[in-house]
């Protein structure tokens, strides 16, 4: 509720005989949950999840993807071989049939009163189930011609209604410019403008949580005023305005979040002092079988000095994939043990904690540290000897910062892959001691050009260099015609005694399809190779089910390990070579390379091959980008001038929020603008108590999912 926190049962007890001013009542309609517009119960709520649309302001900010504007509308009848179109009609027929070649054929035909013309899909049978008879759906297209009519290959496609729905009149007849918007299964793009529309309504004359000064400094167009124009646009230019409104909010929002973060940090400077001498960690130096590599002694200087400083280090360790980051995080644990403290090392499922614990009690064997396992429910004796200090270093999930877990003295605690783990958990973990020195680690690469303007509140370092010895990775997009090429090669690599990868389609809108899918790629390959060694793990196994395939598939125990993207982090085989990607166009180019970062961490050469057939410009720039770039870095600053948005993980657990409107390689001059605007209100009134700040701090505590409250109301 954007009002003040109450002190005393008293105060509060009068706010709520108060009566609330108008507009702040209509904001917190807009926090409100989703069941509170009409028509929208508790099963179409339940519906609405996949979508991430679980309150009013969720529906406002789910954005059309694309506008079907009437006058670029072709009547079918005036539709020409090879030109692009766009045509509305109802469907009057889908129809599945096989082809001579015993392909699977759909052939969905919209008619919109000047003629006929086809949709055809091949072994995409699904499409039949979205398009049903009756319905009224627009299609994007190249038109061609076959069998006596006019027929568009694979068109993108809208529903736009129903015969039933009066959607179809209100949205063709009366509106000229139509919102349509991702939509998932028993929620459509006509039902999503119905509720968007009431939402509107419900907002209407609400507060603007942005203070007026800023809004008038950038010439912004009024929140209530932007969600409508973004929604219902009344033309070019108001959407336009509309949505810098909205991109300003995201990241003016995201950096008052960073800048409150940053000054209570800075308030409360104090930490504690790592003296040790560094035996220890010379001495873990020397028995590696290997040299470091230059950003790897780099990045130990600067935490190392970062943690004999008196006050609390907040730093960022970033890692190209296979870079080295784990062993530069136990150089710091043992400067941190040498020193009189605890370590611990928080990572964000059980395999990837197994693998870290097991990992590093091989790299400290001959040392003096004693390393516990913390994961599910612990023993009561290993949560006695955490307590006690007769544990070191400790290395576990989530399962850290639960309330039964104390520390005798935490002075450094790590957190692996940071951004799948929320703020609140990450600032947990801090709570465990007495403000420990925080070192946060990721292997997803952030452009250089944003890692300042993004991590305002941390410091940053970055290992930039692979360990020698290895090969690398030669990556290879294919396309089906390939396909039995690719594994004859496949069987050659097992043959030679080496393991292999098989990553199954991503499919968002479906656990089940995607587990259905990875099962049956499992069958088709052990059918295939019926010598190799098939096994299947996916995200609906449980925890000890998945540990054990992947300790077998590290002991050399399966040869083909078939996979849904469980695997994108922190899997260690350095005897798989192979890494072969179904449906690679459906994935994000982050997710690629860390897929692609599984193999090649042997001393063999290693071969990743994407299956993809994009069929839009955007998916074909993500191909070309993952096959020309190996470096991270440099792909990460493709993808930003690819996407130029989006959550800026590919999660919705960076502790940061999504941005879906701010295009950041677009925008860096306005987040630059934003940033010093929000740092300069936070320097004047660091907790947002001022009577002109209060609504701009319930709206940034809401964009990050009240992970804040901690700072304005400790």
Known sequence: MPQDKPDEKASASAAARRPMPPAVEAL???????????????????????????????????????????SNVTPIREAKVGEDVTVVGTVTEADSRTTRSRK????????????????????????????????LAAFSGKVGFLYNMLQITNPSYDILGSEESDERVEGLNTGRIIPLYPATAGVTSAVLRRFVARALEAVKGMADPVPPPVVARFGLMGLE?????????????????????????????????LAVTRKRRQSQARGVSHTGAGELADRFKSALPFELTGSQRRAFDEISADMRAPVQMNRL?????????????????????????????????????????????????????????????????????????????VVGTHALVSAQVSFANLGLAIVDEQHRFGLEQRVLLGRKGKDPDMLHMSATPIPRTLSLTLFG??????????????????????????????????????????????????????????????????????????????????????????????ERFGAGEIDILITTVMVEVGVDVPNATVMIVEDADRFGLAQ???????IGRGTERAICVFFADPTTEEGKARMEAIRQ???????????????????LFGTRQSGLPDLKVARLARNLDLIRKARAEAFAIVDKDPTLSNKENVLLRWETNRRFGGALDWLFHA
């Open 28 to 70: 917190n309609r807009f926090a409100a949950p989703i069941t509170a517009l009409s028509g929208i119960g508790p099963a179409m709520a339940r519906k609405l999840e996949p979508l991430g649309i679980a309150t009013v302001s969720d529906l406002l900010y789910h954005l059309p993807r694309r506008y079907l504007d009437r």
């Open 592 to 598: 690629l390379h860390q897929l692609r970062g599984r």
């Open 317 to 393: 360790l970033q890692g190209e994939v296979g870079s080295g980051k784990t062993v530069v995080a136990v150089m710091a644990l043992l400067l941190a043990v040498e020193s009189g403290y605890q370590g611990a090392m928080m990572a964000p499922t059980e395999i990837l904690a197994h693998q870290h614990y097991r990992r590093i009690s091989e790299m400290l064997a001959g040392l003096p540290v004693c390393l516990e396992l913390l994961t599910g429910a612990p023993s009561k004796a290993v949560l006695e000897a955490i307590a006690s200090g007769e544990v070191d270093i």
């Open 457 to 550: 509140d941390l410091d940053v370092s970055v290992i930039d260099e692979i360990p020698s010895g290895r090969k690398g990775v030669v990556t290879h997009v294919a396309g089906q015609d390939e396909r039995e090429g690719i594994f004859a090669m496949v069987a050659r690599e097992v043959g030679a005694g080496r393991q292999v990868f098989v990553v199954c389609p991503l499919i968002e809108e479906s656990d089940k399809l995607e587990v259905r899918a990875a099962a049956e790629e499992a069958q088709r390959i052990a059918r295939e190779l019926p010598e190799a060694r098939v096994e299947l793990v996916h995200g609906q196994m449980k925890g000890v089910e998945k540990r054990e395939v992947m």
């Open 225 to 257: 005023d932007a969600l409508s124009e973004v929604h219902f646009p009344s033309g070019a230019e108001a959407l336009k305005k509309a949505r810098y409104r909205l991109a300003f909010d995201e990241l003016f929002t995201m950096q008052v979040g």
């Open 629 to 647: 770039y190996s470096d991270g870095f440099a792909l990460a600053e493709a993808d930003l001038a690819i996407r130029g948005e989006g959550s």
């Open 104 to 135: 699977k054929m759909l052939v969905v035909t919209l008619f919109d009163g000047t003629g006929y013309v086809s949709g055809v899909w091949f072994n995409q049978d699904y499409h039949k189930d979205k398009l049903t008879v009756g319905s």
